[in-house]
């Protein structure tokens, strides 16, 4: 980090004196003249602004703490509107015989009332006159405003009168706290006194806990609408949880229920103590810092730390690159260690309005309403040094941690089973009481039962993990979560922190273990109660990704040895250490199998239940599984990945069921044959002219649909071969998917074609399978969503028929009217280096050679990467498409032209070359792409 430069004085960066005469000068050199006096004069305050924001800047990617920066700001926006305020009274609208009337101060409200200022921040201006508005004051008010917003401000402004003021702040609590910031700039001063002293007297006496209620329902609502947690990958740093805002809400009511005299852009916080407040300013500074780089890196005033601006973040404020820790994962780390800070300054806060009374027991109407010093009830408990006060679960003092340290984890283990609040004071103590964790207490077995109790038995362990985080016991009693708590993950695909994600996983286990989520999830809830032994499940989602941790290996391996390590401290049995382990090895495995291979492969399925080996870890595997998807993020789950993890499922079961894991392919083949008979023999039932067909398309074919589906593949191939090319698309509720069936005579390039034609619709192609028939027609199935993730037509019934039509034109080889549409997220994904790959495996499928390309995703990929197996002279027999965010794994099984694998190796690596070329397009597109972003920015800095 670059050191700290000791803070500059502002008449070094604009002096007033000086600027105010060269106003005057202008004024005087041009008199009579009223357009050039006013030109003149906005071209001398625009270089004095740009100065001003010039050393700023400078200073800031110097060292300068962000707090100094944003005074810095303020303050030279200060001395730019005090000293237009005076070029427009003295020189353009000069009052000779200034009446009573025309009377006027100038405040400053918000935030640049608090004296701290963002590079693009609006400015919020109070114009204070005595009484109604005279035509001298509105002159001024409106040369002023014009002048601004010449200079490139965006102005918030109001116009009142004291009493105006008065009324309307006990009207509406954002005017009120606009107010409560307020500063006098220039002007009249004793109107700023009287608005001052009327507002104490008037509006906030008496009125404390009415507008502590206020302020943190109006948080609860902010956060919502940024993200409900503070650990959201591309947080907003003045709005989001654990943000400047919800510094601001703390000032905000410290500043209300005991009025300070100085306004210095740092909250004079005197009911906390001294730890805390190095602890405030220390968040304050940073985020400060953190949004006046965004401002100025963006040249607007972005307040999201998106996926593009981390990197360029990271670099300006001095972090680099250390061994398997890249720059930007650790400056993002740091920005979530500063927001848990924040979160557990606001509950230490919460101790002091509750001590004070301002702010009643979490629990009851009672909280929103105002006044009432209810005496708090004091409850003892049966554990000795605990007790409940107002509804929260306290301790006597640190001493109890000391007297005990197991005592540090019941505390967390009794409000989980009393369903009980941690009060501010006891968590305090908890964080303060750490050191009491030892080696020794790791290792002691009632600590371990404690903790065990409380993840796996507890009421609700997604929150009291939560709280345990916070307060920094999990990280110090199991050191491998310590390394990931607030561990950045840069990709698009995860919206948390590793450690949140984690907590979020285990809370979804215990909601189905609850079976609050069935109608989600209905195998995974009916198969909990099949789980002999929950603590491996738990353990094994706690620790999943531990090795993410900076850990030496591979993730997966580097979980494991974690994993195994916990276990072990812990006491556990070697069989529960070696399953643990296990599960923490292979937690991606059954996603993998499920997503990118085909599960009507007999060989696939052998595989997995070689991998698998026993029912029992079948079960814990597809409820991990579960749980881990769909705490990557909003959206990420759906129905098309349960189907797939369903019928992987099943088709493993039936194997476990039907021989040896060893027999899998004799099993699943005979299986297909068996029932393809059967289906054959039902649809020849009800649709006699579909015979032909029946008996002309593989077994596989009818293992890997549902009655009702082949019924309609069987009508839409009739079409097809009266017309040449037929297609018919209708939306799965029960995949989240739209599925498109089209059939045609079999050709070169035609899943190209086809798979064009869906990109240039705005569809998003899932998963495709592929089928040919022993006379050359050809069957493709194809899933595909919107840009929202939902069932492409599912809110449009035109849309589904209109991509009907296009892909019967595409089938019949009529090229697309347009192209395919740009993504908006193209210009984030470029701040993400991906590395390009091709693997080709001759040895995973029986039939067919498995082709998977990884790559930056993009529009049109998938339509370039099916268009060079077709130049190969390759038959895709299915395409399995996922995105994890800005990457794109795409697996293909692929036959030559005579339905065999693809063996030699000079046109495997020709291939290769191939696809490669076609991924490495999408890195080339990027790059000018984020360059060009960079230098708009540095373009509008410098305007």
Same mark, same amino acid.
């Given at each position: 980090m670059p050191p700290r430069l000791k803070p500059t004085r502002l008449e070094y960066v604009v002096d007033g004196v000086r600027l105010r005469a060269q106003l005057s000068a202008a004024a005087l050199d041009a008199a009579g003249d009223e357009v050039e006096q006013r030109r003149r004069a906005l071209e001398i305050l625009k270089q004095a602004l740009f100065r001003g924001r010039m050393i700023a800047k400078e200073r800031l990617e110097n060292g300068a703490g962000g707090i100094e920066t944003a005074r810095l700001l303020s303050g030279v926006t200060d001395e730019v509107v005090t000293a237009l305020y005076d070029f427009t009274t003295v020189h353009m609208i000069r009052a000779r015989n200034p009446t009573e009337g025309e009377r006027l101060c100038l405040m400053a409200v918000g935030g640049y009332g608090r004296g701290t200022l963002a590079p693009f921040s609006d400015i919020d201006l109070l114009f204070i006159r005595p009484y109604k508005q005279t035509?001298?004051?509105? @002159?001024?008010?409106?040369?002023?405003?014009?002048?601004?917003?010449?200079?490139?401000?965006?102005?918030?402004?109001? @116009?009142?009168?004291?009493?105006?003021?008065?009324?309307?702040?006990?009207?509406?609590?954002?005017?009120?706290?606009?107010? +409560?910031?307020? &500063?006098?700039?220039?002007?009249?001063?004793?109107?700023?006194?009287?608005? #001052?002293?009327?507002?104490r007297n008037e509006v906030v006496r008496g009125t404390g806990a009415e507008f502590v209620?206020?302020?943190?329902k109006e948080r609860d609502e902010r956060q919502a609408r940024a993200g409900a947690s503070r650990y959201m990958v591309e947080p907003n740093v003045k709005e989001g949880k654990g943000g400047l805002r919800d510094l601001n809400t703390l000032f905000w009511i410290a500043e209300y229920l005991n009025p300070s005299e100085r306004v210095d852009g740092v909250p004079q916080l005197e009911m906390f103590e001294g730890r805390e407040i190095r602890t405030f300013i220390r968040a304050f500074d940073f985020l400060w810092a953190v949004r006046a780089h965004l401002h100025f890196a963006t040249g607007r005033p972005e307040e999201r730390l998106t996926f593009d601006l981390q990197p360029e973040i990271a670099r300006r404020m001095g972090y680099g690159d250390r061994a398997d820790n890249p720059a930007v994962e650790r400056f993002m780390r740091r920005y979530f260690l500063i927001a848990k800070e924040v979160g557990a300054l606001t509950r230490v806060f919460a101790a002091k309005l509750?001590?004070?009374?301002? #702010?009643?027991?979490?629990?009851?109407?009672?909280?929103?309403?105002?006044?009432?010093?209810?005496?708090?009830?004091?409850?003892?408990?049966? =554990?000795?040094?605990?007790?409940?006060?107002?509804?929260?679960?306290?301790?006597?003092?640190?001493?109890?941690?000391?007297?005990?340290?197991?005592? +540090?984890?019941?505390?967390?283990?009794? *409000?989980?089973?009393?369903?009980?609040?941690?009060?501010?004071? *006891?968590?305090?103590?908890?964080?303060?009481?750490?050191?009491?964790?030892?080696? #020794?207490?790791?290792?002691d077995p009632k600590a371990a039962k404690i903790f065990l109790d409380t993840l796996a038995q507890g009421r609700d362990p997604q929150r009291t993990l939560t709280l345990m985080t916070e307060a920094g016991v999990l990280g110090r009693y199991i050191p491998e979560f310590g390394r990931i708590v607030a561990q950045m993950q840069f990709n698009m695909y995860h919206s948390y922190t590793v450690d949140e994600h984690t907590l979020r996983a285990v809370g979804i286990i215990a909601d189905i273990a609850g079976g609050r989520l069935g109608e989600d999830h209905p195998l995974a809830t009916s198969l909990m109660p099949r789980i002999e032994d929950r603590e491996v499940l738990y353990l094994a989602m706690l620790l999943h990704d531990t090795g993410k941790g900076g850990v030496a290996g591979g993730q997966e391996k580097a979980?494991?040895?974690?994993?195994?390590?916990?276990?072990?401290?812990?006491?556990?049995?070697? *069989?529960?250490?070696?399953l643990v382990a296990w599960l923490v090895e292979h937690h991606l495995e059954m996603s993998d199998y499920a997503q990118k291979r085909d599960i009507s492969d007999p060989r696939t399925v052998a595989d997995f239940v070689r991998m698998v080996q026993t029912p029992q870890r079948l079960r814990l595997l597809l409820v991990l599984t579960v749980a881990d998807i769909r705490a990557v993020g909003p959206g990420v789950w759906n129905g098309w990945k349960g189907q797939l993890l369903r019928d992987l499922y099943a088709s493993a079961s039936a194997v476990f069921r039907g021989g040896r894991a060893s027999d899998a392919v004799v099993v699943v083949r005979q299986r297909q044959a068996l029932a393809a008979a059967e289906i054959r023999a039902r649809l020849v039932e009800a649709d006699p002219a579909a015979a032909a067909w029946a008996e002309s398309m593989e077994d596989a074919y009818f293992t890997?649909?549902?009655?009702?589906?082949?019924?309609?593949?069987?009508?839409?191939?009739?079409?097809?071969?009266?017309?040449?090319?037929?297609?018919?698309?209708?939306?799965?509720?029960?995949?989240?998917?739209?599925?498109?069936?089209?059939?045609?005579?079999?050709?070169? &390039?035609?899943?190209?074609?086809?798979?064009r034609a869906i990109t240039v619709s705005g569809a998003s192609v899932l998963?495709?399978?592929?089928?040919?028939?022993?006379?050359?027609?050809?069957?493709?199935?194809?899933? =595909?969503?919107? =840009?929202?993730?939902?069932?492409?037509?599912?809110?449009?019934?035109?849309?589904?028929?209109? +991509?009907?039509?296009?892909?019967?034109?595409?089938?019949?080889?009529?090229?697309? @009217?347009?192209?395919?549409?740009?993504?908006?997220?193209?210009?984030?994904?470029?701040?993400?280096?991906?590395t390009p790959t091709v693997l080709i495996d001759n040895d995973a499928s029986e039939h067919a050679t498995i082709v998977e390309t990884t790559g930056r995703d993009r529009p049109g990929l998938l339509t370039a990467l099916a268009g060079v197996l077709a130049e190969a002279g390759?038959?895709?027999?299915?395409?399995?498409?996922?995105?994890?965010?800005?990457?794109?794994?795409?697996?293909?099984?692929?036959?030559?032209?005579?339905?065999? #694998? =693809?063996?030699?190796?000079?046109?495997?690596?020709a291939l290769k070359s191939s696809l490669m070329e076609v991924l490495n397009e999408g890195e080339a597109a990027v790059r000018p792409r984020s360059r060009a972003r960079l230098q708009r920015a540095r373009a509008s800095v410098a305007r």
């Open positions: 035509a001298h004051v509105e @002159s001024v008010i409106e040369f002023m405003l014009y002048a601004l917003w010449d200079l490139g401000f965006k102005v918030g402004h109001a @116009s009142r009168t004291v009493d105006e003021c008065v009324k309307l702040a006990r009207e509406d609590f954002t005017i009120r706290t606009s107010i +409560l910031e307020s &500063r006098r700039l220039t002007g009249d001063e004793a109107l700023a006194e009287e608005l #001052k002293v009327r507002f209620a206020a302020k943190l509750e001590a004070e009374r301002v #702010k009643s027991a979490p629990k009851g109407i009672s909280r929103l309403l105002p006044g009432g010093r209810k005496k708090t009830s004091r409850k003892p408990l049966d =554990v000795p040094g605990f007790h409940e006060e107002g509804g929260r679960l306290d301790v006597e003092g640190p001493e109890v941690f000391e007297a005990d340290p197991l005592n +540090l984890l019941r505390l967390f283990q009794i *409000a989980d089973k009393r369903d009980l609040d941690l009060h501010p004071d *006891a968590f305090t103590a908890a964080t303060r009481s750490l050191a009491v964790i030892t080696s #020794k207490v790791r290792r979980g494991a040895r974690s994993a195994r390590a916990v276990c072990e401290r812990l006491g556990l049995p070697r *069989a529960k250490i070696d890997g649909f549902g009655q009702d589906e082949i019924a309609i593949h069987a009508a839409v191939s009739q079409r097809a071969e009266a017309e040449g090319a037929a297609a018919m698309g209708y939306v799965r509720e029960d995949l989240n998917a739209a599925e498109i069936v089209v059939a045609t005579q079999d050709r070169p &390039r035609l899943f190209a074609d086809l798979t998963g495709a399978r592929v089928f040919t028939s022993r006379q050359g027609r050809a069957l493709d199935v194809f899933y =595909v969503q919107d =840009v929202t993730g939902q069932p492409y037509g599912h809110d449009n019934p035109a849309a589904l028929p209109r +991509l009907a039509d296009s892909l019967e034109a595409a089938a019949r080889g009529e090229p697309p @009217s347009a192209e395919p549409p740009r993504t908006a997220d193209m210009a984030r994904m470029a701040a993400f280096a991906i390759l038959s895709i027999v299915s395409a399995h498409i996922d995105s994890y965010g800005e990457r794109a794994v795409d697996a293909f099984y692929v036959t030559d032209s005579a339905g065999w #694998k =693809v063996t030699e190796i000079r046109r495997l690596n």
